[in-house]
């Protein structure tokens, strides 16, 4: 017992020690060392499996007596993850100042696969944003915004493959930018009641996504090269003529990212039906769809950007389309620079392509073919414009 005066009182302490039966040792717990017992040393090390993660090692003594009383004194270990989520960029929009995000990446997750609760909750909790129910604040009225894509392709999908039927779908756009410019799923959002997961990791653009209130969930997640969490290098300029993404090296111009698998994104928001997957994220889409387990999802139809397949990551365009081909999918053609896959068992069925609307669309997309000039034949031609003229195509 020990005592201390302070200003004329008496306080006293009892300095105690954890003593167990040494029967108990084989059953002994270490959150009882924790709480009872003495902390000798505290110490960081290097996570022994876990790469770029760190481990706090508290080291806790207690005593074991015997029947005839003699006691021992032994030293109990406990290693507790550090696990943190840090900040490593505050990055600006050059153009449009108000625009900024702070880059975060937390480097535990990367320790663990793609359908582990531990990443998918983890995704819940601080990288998916739920669908808005506030109204559209698009750059132009709801009447008025574009919702032809950037080539066309939602327009190809919805009156070929499609044929105005599927209502209250599921999308995935990778690569959605400010989710209204060129946006490949605002057609199936705002006229046939789809929603789905807009995925945009460029820290520039990004945050003005998000004020457009789309009706679908958001990620401001890079996508994954791995099936697990990792760290990349990501530049603000692909390749000439491309845009931001993912790159395999690092240099003056790049920052790091953490990216999340799709799968688990998927998983995040419940792995639903995909009804239409846009993959357009400058050059790393082969390397992307190789991460995916397929016969765990329920993918439908694709269009994939893939006129820098092979610049950036390995996969040629013919390596993407030999791949999918293997998981069941069909070529159907090229939009522009985005090829069409469709699961076969659909192609053969309900998602055939309507030979008609087929020709209409290749007339519509033709050299011969004025857009600008001829509002009339493309008016008539996306069938949903006739119907209640609530939207409207803008080139």
């Given at each position: 017992?020990?005592?201390?005066?302070?200003?004329?009182?008496?306080?006293?302490?009892?300095?105690?020690?954890?003593?167990?039966?040494?029967?108990?040792?084989?059953?002994?717990?270490?959150?009882?060392?924790?709480?009872?017992?003495?902390?000798?040393?505290?110490?960081?090390?290097?996570?022994?499996?876990?790469?770029?993660?760190?481990?706090?090692?508290?080291?806790?003594?207690?005593?074991?007596?015997?029947?005839?009383?003699?006691?021992?004194?032994?030293?109990?270990?406990?290693?507790?993850?550090v696990d943190v989520n840090y900040n490593t960029e505050k990055i600006h929009n050059f153009h449009e100042r108000w625009i900024w995000a702070y880059i975060y990446i937390r480097p535990y997750l990367n320790c663990f696969e793609q359908d582990d609760e531990f990443v998918i909750s983890a995704l819940r909790d601080d990288h998916l944003r739920p669908p808005?129910?506030?109204?559209?604040?698009?750059?132009?009225?709801?009447?008025?915004?574009?919702?032809?894509?950037?080539?066309?392709?939602?327009?190809?999908?919805?009156?070929?493959?499609?044929?105005?039927?599927?209502?209250?779908?599921?999308?995935?756009?990778?690569?959605?930018?400010?989710?209204?410019?060129?946006?490949?799923?605002?057609?199936?959002?705002?006229?046939?009641?789809?929603?789905?997961?807009?995925?945009?990791?460029?820290?520039?653009?990004?945050?003005?996504?998000?004020?457009?209130?789309?009706?679908?969930?958001?990620?401001?997640?890079?996508?994954?090269?791995?099936?697990?969490?990792?760290?990349?290098?990501?530049?603000?300029?692909?390749?000439?003529?491309?845009?931001?993404?993912?790159?395999?090296?690092?240099?003056?111009?790049?920052?790091?990212?953490?990216?999340?698998?799709?799968?688990?994104?998927?998983?995040?928001i419940g792995n639903r039906t995909v009804n239409y997957f846009s993959l357009d994220i400058e050059g790393a889409e082969f390397a992307v769809l190789q991460t995916i387990p397929w016969d765990k999802v329920d993918i439908e139809v694709m269009t994939i950007e893939t006129n820098h397949a092979g610049e950036i990551f390995p996969g040629t365009k013919q390596?993407?389309?030999?791949?999918?081909?293997?998981?069941?999918?069909?070529?159907?053609?090229?939009?522009?620079?985005?090829?069409?896959?469709?699961?076969?068992?659909?192609?053969?069925?309900?998602?055939?392509?309507?030979?008609?609307?087929?020709?209409?669309?290749?007339?519509?997309?033709?050299?011969?073919?004025?857009?600008?000039?001829?509002?009339?034949?493309?008016?008539?031609?996306?069938?949903?414009?006739?119907?209640?003229?609530?939207?409207?195509?803008?080139?």
């Amino acid at each position: 017992m020990r005592r201390w005066g302070y200003f004329g009182c008496w306080f006293l302490t009892v300095t105690a020690k954890l003593v167990v039966d040494r029967s108990f040792l084989d059953n002994f717990d270490g959150e009882i060392a924790k709480t009872q017992g003495e902390l000798v040393k505290t110490e960081y090390r290097r996570h022994t499996t876990c790469q770029g993660v760190e481990e706090k090692v508290e080291t806790f003594r207690f005593y074991s007596i015997a029947e005839d009383g003699v006691e021992d004194e032994h030293q109990f270990e406990l290693a507790t993850v550090v696990d943190v989520n840090y900040n490593t960029e505050k990055i600006h929009n050059f153009h449009e100042r108000w625009i900024w995000a702070y880059i975060y990446i937390r480097p535990y997750l990367n320790c663990f696969e793609q359908d582990d609760e531990f990443v998918i909750s983890a995704l819940r909790d601080d990288h998916l944003r739920p669908p808005s129910t506030e109204k559209y604040n698009f750059s132009s009225p709801d009447n008025t915004v574009n919702v032809f894509g950037q080539f066309g392709q939602p327009v190809y999908l919805d009156t070929v493959i499609f044929k105005g039927q599927v209502k209250n779908g599921f999308f995935i756009e990778a690569g959605a930018d400010d989710f209204e410019t060129d946006s490949n799923t605002l057609l199936f959002e705002m006229e046939h009641q789809w929603t789905g997961l807009l995925v945009e990791p460029n820290p520039t653009i990004y945050p003005k996504g998000f004020t457009k209130h789309r009706k679908a969930w958001g990620s401001s997640s890079c996508l994954a090269t791995e099936p697990r969490p990792h760290v990349v290098p990501f530049s603000q300029k692909t390749v000439s003529g491309g845009m931001a993404g993912i790159v395999k090296e690092r240099n003056d111009e790049t920052y790091d990212m953490q990216c999340f698998p799709l799968y688990s994104l998927l998983m995040a928001i419940g792995n639903r039906t995909v009804n239409y997957f846009s993959l357009d994220i400058e050059g790393a889409e082969f390397a992307v769809l190789q991460t995916i387990p397929w016969d765990k999802v329920d993918i439908e139809v694709m269009t994939i950007e893939t006129n820098h397949a092979g610049e950036i990551f390995p996969g040629t365009k013919q390596e993407i389309r030999d791949y999918l081909a293997d998981k069941g999918y069909v070529y159907a053609r090229t939009v522009e620079i985005d090829d069409v896959f469709i699961r076969k068992d659909l192609y053969e069925g309900k998602y055939k392509p309507d030979p008609e609307k087929e020709v209409e669309f290749e007339a519509l997309m033709g050299e011969s073919c004025d857009l600008k000039n001829d509002m009339v034949q493309l008016e008539e031609y996306i069938q949903y414009i006739s119907v209640d003229k609530n939207f409207k195509i803008e080139l």
